[in-house]
């Protein structure tokens, strides 16, 4: 998670942007897209680009289609199709691999319920493989899927459930979902990040508090996050930096007035903040009304994507009567 | 509903709060309460308030418990006894008369689903009444219920449903519920507004499009507010008013500074918010994290100070087997 | 509804099979077809139909399509194409008609939610053309759509809310959708009857009370239903006949045993299975464990049809975008 | 669990009424009781009562209460009462023993879904006395929870994520609950049996596959079961048992007749309740209608017999405010 004046973001991309000047030490940057979708492969290679980034060496993919808020079918399922290609591309999965699929948050708070709703239109097949070898051969692959909840709710650290669950289950592979903090209003729910490098800490609207990576659970992790919630914090923030900046404009750069304005500490703004968002401050979270179904959208885009990506020999048909 | 600088607000005591500093013509105020629990009784006699408080002639009665947020038991149940008071007050109930009670606001939407949620707890029996007129005698008053749903939804304004039902069943008294907009943080599910003046266009979280008054329905009509959410435009508001202030004090009133402060009209504030809030602007809101289970909290006292209002001749035994 | 010893059904599919062997006189009966599914058009020609059959004159039509317990994609579109035009044929829509789309039914019980669930999937369009009629012009039909609740949980009779709204909102034509009981368990969730009828008193899972046609509203009415329970006293009486007839054939005709077993009377059937299924006798229903699941997707292919039918003029994606 | 003609029962109170006429060899039953209240010690001893009962050593206790179908808070709070007391009975728990709550069976089918619903109202606190030991000191019980889905829906075993998670976590205990399988009606949500055995495969709404014990799980193991349904397979056969023994009585027991009846064998008799049932045969569960709201109530009244058991210094207002 990156954290710049308060304000946080859990998208590699929103980093990069707060460099968009120049170009970053140490990290690499290519975009590609289609019709409506835009593509940006965020590559960090070494240690200065961690130290710029916020953020460990590794992959950092992100799908940026404004067009799914209208739901268009067709444009849903091109997304989906693009999110299973980068999924498949980081995931190098032989036929025999075994997929744990985690979906993380809070089912009872909207904007952090993505996970789990994701998870319940997974393909799921592990047991049908286990079961049933001969009638649901070689063309399936095996699948598992569950949601851990969150600290809140269990008493127990997400990344301790999973890491109990993938020591018994030995997937080959953990793909996670979570909701995100993004620091634009238009990324909420169109712009997917997929990464190789799990989740850190303090990340996601639910705050996870340890990490969930290849280290820690010892098997390749890859995290995809869609953005749901913009902090309060943030629009405080951005309406300060409009402000000032309109302020300045006004007058010259020689003034008292300019002065003042460019003074104005990260500490100053910060109080500020805090007196306006008084008594809640850190835990307010700004959302369109219509945000129940944002997220029931995005999920099931997501959950077609994973579908696509880890099932290639199944029909259309066999895909649907497996999600009974 | 009251718009200050783009601002709504759907109580009567932040209309009021706006002139805090002189006495308001037309309007009489009263305060009382008890421990925990603040009671502000607005009286708007004549035009002259109309206008200053861009609310009809009528009592708006608030009930403030900032206790809510804590689950306190205790609290809860005096809320709901302070409630229930208030509502026989406002009503002046015979023994036969026949109350309808109407959860408004979109089900689907949770800061929007607060009327639904308590219309779900009201203990329902006209039917009883209606089938089984000797075992449920003169000691339970006929009370039907129901959730008109929302224009988005239906496709029919919910005063026209709600206009319908009551030409049909002719209840004496409609008692509505609904979520409104707040311009405090602090008031989000801890404060409760009761009018016997309706329902006007415009107000609630969802923007009812028509009037909902004991004009409109023909029958007298007590509405129940809580505030549910913020609008995203009164947070960046409210941060550019902070700022303004502070700046200010920083300066002497002679320079530049202050007069270009000074001078920042309404629309220049509304444009900077605008692109701050882009591209929702409007449809933006405040929420703390927790906002389901707020909502389902203050939705259990809420509907409990109705039926101990209407019902106060059932036993605690009686009531809680009517709600099966 | 139809009662045989004290059985109930709402099909007349299945009132005729109780007829089987011979023509019914004022009935016509007609078959077609086509691969997975099977369309059977019952039509009450007048008194003595009305007689033999227990439903008063009209049309009755029936698709069976046991595919649709597998999630068959493919099934589930035609069978959705099949109801639109039978809807069509009985509707005969004008272009400017106005139809209100009714989910009858308890959303809190699983079985007799089918209504609600498919209303909550109807393109809604009235209030579009009223407040935007030149955004959304010709091509798109003006539908509304509600769910009146039932008497347990409104204190209003579901007629009487329909009637209310029905005389605001002045529809050309109500459509209403409701879950029925039927005699078999392969009809649970894979038949779909359609009627321009109404619906009866005493009829569907929540028996409802009174009737819904087109003298008590006043306008056409459409009525589809969709087994979702079998009574337990259907399973019981099954059990008896099975048993009975089994045992018949053990014996020859002249023999006590014989005699014993064809003059058990009716009352006797009852006693015995009131006795079985002691303490709730009427109130049991039979289901699949995957109720909650089949009714989903059913309601899904309902939802489809009605919408197909009432919005020939809208593509695939203007009809998704309008769901949102 | 028991299987007696293809009928299921996971009640040892049901098992041993099949042994009504005599003792026991090697179980001792003992009754007690108050008002509304029937509790039945069942106590298998040694290999004799493993096999008469079908059931391993241990103690099973059930508390039956009809009156639960009515809504009497105070029979609620009391049968909550007997509930915590026979869970501390059992626990034996230690001030610094960790709990770990653990709600089995399938949140999407109504009838199974006691297990996860019991969970979400249970007082989690594990967190709070590791992260915030100062604040929540000594008078509360560490206390986890979760619910790990079912087979169908995670891929994996239910026992086997569970496995993994007691392994990481370590609790000292683990209570689980679960939806079971009745033989008689007026059981369903008013009996609730708690065991020191833990869960064997094949028992349950959902026939969970593998254990569920001490042994598997190397921690002690509380079962709580409350019957949720009756197999139809039960309701059918209690129908053929009912009507040969009425058959019966009204012949010779020396007639053809009687001794056609006696010599129907198990065979013939599940032939005949496999073709009233088919399609569906094993699947088919029989409940009352208002199942989604008896299966609510008996969640609370069980969460809150844990929760008391659980958190004897906690006031009800604090366990109310845990609770959120």
Known sequence: MIIVLGIRTDLALEARELYKEREI?????????????????????????????????GDYITIE????????????????????????ELAQLKKDSHVLVVGLGNWNVTPDALGPRVVSNIVVTRHLKEYAPLQFGDEIRSVSAFSPGVLGITGIETAEILKGVVDRV???????????????????STTIQISNTG???????????????????????????????????????????????????QTSKESVFYKVLENMNK?????LIEEVLSPYVQNLVVTPKEIDLLIKNIALVISRGINLALQPGLTEKEMNQLLH
């Open 170 to 188: 030995k997937p080959d592979l953990v793909i996670t979902i979570d909701a995100l903090a993004s620091r634009r209003l238009e990324r909420l």
């Open 65 to 88: 289609a404004p067009g799914l808020l209208e739901r268009d079918l067709d444009l849903e399922e091109r997304v989906a199709k693009v999110l299973a290609n980068i999924i498949s």
């Open 267 to 271: 500490q100053e703004k910060y109080s």
């Open 199 to 249: 989740i850190s800490p303090g990340s996601g609207v639910g705050n996870r508090r340890l990490s969930i990576t290849s280290e820690s659970l010892g098997v390749p992790v890859i995290a995809i996050g869609v953005p749901t919630v913009v902090d309060a914090v943030t629009i405080a923030h951005d309406t300060i930096e409009y402000l000032v900046k309109e302020l300045s404009e």
């Open 25 to 57: 030490p140490g990290v690499s940057i290519r975009e590609e897209g289609e019709e409506g979708i835009k593509i940006t492969r965020v590559k960090i290679l070494d240690e200065r680009g961690e130290k710029a980034m916020g953020k460990p060496v």
